[in-house]
Nanobody, 120 residues
Framework: QLQLVESGGGLVQAGGSLRLSCTVS????????KSWYRQAPGKQRELVAS???????KYADSVQGRFTISSTNFDRMIYLQMDSLKSEDTAVYYC??????????????WGQGTQVTVSS
């Protein structure tokens, strides 16, 4: 099993930046896809950024050019750099990974979320 813990959320003014971090710990895991989702009050959870092994990252149209997903340490740290933030970016942000536990069992895991609030 894996544990995902997000950090780096908070309150920021419109136009500012935040970098979210996701610490991945637990079993040996081979990541195939790492992603960030967000859920605003009263709305469905939506995909913000996703990076599949061997492919270029993909972004929601609403964040294209402003957000960047990256990772280090064999995907044990996953980041979301958020620049030029807008009030509509306010949401709880979730880290998500898919891959193989122990190189065998395909699974997916979620973090608990971190709140991002952008004031206008």
């Amino acid at each position: 099993q894996l544990q995902l813990v997000e950090s780096g959320g908070g309150l920021v003014q419109a136009g500012g930046s935040l970098r979210l971090s996701c610490t991945v710990s637990g079993s040996t895991f081979s990541t195939t896809t790492k992603s960030w989702y967000r859920q605003a009050p009263g709305k469905q959870r939506e995909l913000v950024a996703s990076a599949r092994r061997g492919e270029s990252a993909k972004y929601a149209d609403s964040v294209q050019g402003r957000f960047t997903i990256s990772s280090t340490n064999f995907d044990r740290m996953i980041y979301l750099q958020m620049d030029s933030l807008k009030s509509e970016d306010t949401a709880v942000y979730y880290c998500h990974v898919q891959g193989y536990v122990g190189g065998i069992r395909y699974s997916e895991f979620w973090g608990q979320g971190t709140q991002v609030t952008v004031s206008s």
